[in-house]
């Protein structure tokens, strides 16, 4: 039991969370992706194969293509036929009312429809006419009338003359030319055309043939003609569908053993779609073996969410140790890497659409172009597992983010994001054209389409500013767009700083100087150093006047203080300045500054002397600051920018030397009081920033002429 509990206390939880980390997100990683196994041959139309003479190795359907399909369904579309319901009963109710109609006017004429022709009974001029319009109305109700051609004019075929439409007849189905079909205005003038070839061609006397012509004006004809052809939406539309489902996905078949193509044969549209059948069937066949495809993709995700764990542990271990931005990290890359898979599974849409450098320019935004590279590299690799031209994805999404990540600075102008996406466009558009060129050899066969899609995927790089936004709200961290909101001399607390410690605030500025000229020499963050410096100093807010460079009168409240009463308002102005920092919101990066910038050194007037009063005791803690030591190069630029702008205040003369000394004294003092050891500084950067710092000093308080009074 004592040796269980004994190994609980040495168990780092911290440490077993950051591990949890990434076992979760290669978990998460292995269970979206398709378990399907990977065919293992690599080719392009146009280009011989690299390999071995392939046999088929079972039997497989050839499958056709995609652009085959679409153009069948286009023909079906095409050629599908509307469907009708033809109405019976209107037919029968105009009939009849035209019957009524018209024995009705021949009543008020005062006409018979007959006439006694020796001992027969024959129809008159009038019962003949009737005839003819029954008859007309009965062909053109029998054929059918539609209300319009909307539905029998959509398209090419549609607008032959011999396009065939359906029509429903008391549950049976028979089809007839579109020409035989009429409208209501084309039923009317076909009726009155009969009316007036009958006119026109019966024998009559003169008095006669204007009497009938009289007769015929007084009736409408139209009032008997309506549709009687329903446009059947339902019908229409299921047996389109129907059609569409049954149009074969295949064109031929392979037989286990037969040839598919030799080594240094060219691949062409006939074995291109071949092989592709094959593909498709060897990776369903290969999902029988899905334990033995599920440890391939086991091991090699491990490996490379291994590798990105050692990376940050060896060699960004600022990086590492911050659970929150390894977190970020492993969030950016699992989630790209899942909809990837979603996107290739379902086939939501092209994989050229989905942003994929958008990873390499929130990485950039947040840390380093190195830590940006490999995990791009990464992620790259990663993705093109699951593509069907692994080699292609990984050179289209290699090379422009390498670009990108050598030329891009961090996002902090909106024109800068424009560039950005212009310059991904360019270089996607020149690889594809070249992968296109290289394969084929004949432009005709470049797919302009995919050069738009590309484009639409710069387009959405754009998106990285809310993104960046929403990720600092996420995770607390900081972009250069917020520092630079931050460093505004405007903003609330700055204004206040300025009001009311006035000498305080041009000493921030000053240090905000210094502090960005040396950490852009020297490599690191300019705008977090200048941020850091001009917010340092807060805490004397709290009390300006007991800090010198506020005291305009030459009183000095210290002079009724005693050393140590005087320190503890020193040094409490860095727990004061968080206290006041917390309230104004400012993000822990910069709160870090006020808690650093002294470290663990002493208030060195007051504890010196206090010491020569007292020189046996141990006093320490009394003149000690609460600390933390800086923990980057930019909180110890920091330090030695606050240190050396205030003592140089303090110089009786401004000269090369004197300068050289108050830098040399000053930064070797905090060197040997072991401020920097929890920094990434080097011996070599620091004495590259003492160098500027003595130049940048000789620059403020350069010697000046004499004017004569």
Known sequence: MN????????????????????????????????????????????????????????????????????????????????????????????????????????????????????????????????????????????????????????????????????????GITSQMPKSELMTAKEAYIFVKNEIEKFINSHPMYDGEHNVIVDFSNKLNSMQWIAPNLVFDEITTEKVLNDNLESISLTRGFVQQGQRIIYQGEVVGEEEFSILESLRRDYEQHNSSGYSYVFLGQSILYVMLFALIFIFLRTFRREIFYQTKYSALILSIITFTIVMTSLVIRYNLMSIWLLPFLLLAIIIKTFFDTRTGMFLHIVASVAVSFLMPNSFEYFTMQFIPGYILLMSYEKLNRRSQAFLTSVICFAMYAIIYVSFELMYTGLPSEINWKTLIVLGVNCVMLLMAYPLIYIFEKMFGLLSDVTLLELADSNRPLLRRLAEEAPGTFQHCMQVANLAEAAIFKIGGNPHLARTGALYHDIGKLAAPMYFTENQVSGINPHDQLDYVKSAEIIINHVIKGVAIAKEYNLPMQVIDFIKTHHGTSKAGYFYAMYKKEHPDEDCDKLFTYPGPRPINKEMAVVMMSDSIEAASRSLKKYDTESISNLVENIVNAQISNKQFDTTNLTFKDIDTVKSLLKEKLKNIYHARIEYPK
């Open 3 to 170: 040796n269980k509990n004994n190994w609980l206390a040495r168990v780092s939880w911290q440490e077993v969370w950051r591990v949890s980390l990434y076992v979760i997100a290669c978990v998460i990683v292995l269970y979206v992706i398709p378990k399907e196994g990977k065919f293992k041959y690599e080719y392009q139309k146009g280009s011989p194969w690299k390999h071995d003479n392939l046999i088929a190795p079972f039997d497989f359907a050839i499958y056709k293509s995609q652009a085959e399909i679409d153009a069948e369904r286009e023909t079906v579309r095409k050629e599908a036929k509307p469907y009708f319901r033809k109405d019976n009963q209107v037919q029968v109710t105009h009939l009849e009312k035209f019957t009524a109609d018209f024995n009705a006017l021949l009543a008020a004429s005062g006409e018979a429809d007959t006439v006694v022709v020796g001992k027969k009974v024959q129809p008159s001029v009038y019962g003949l006419l009737r005839n003819v319009i029954y008859k007309s109305l009965s062909d053109v109700y029998s054929n059918g009338i539609v209300e319009n051609e909307q539905f029998i004019s959509q398209g090419e075929e549609s607008a032959k003359d011999n396009f065939l439409v359906a029509i429903q007849n008391e």
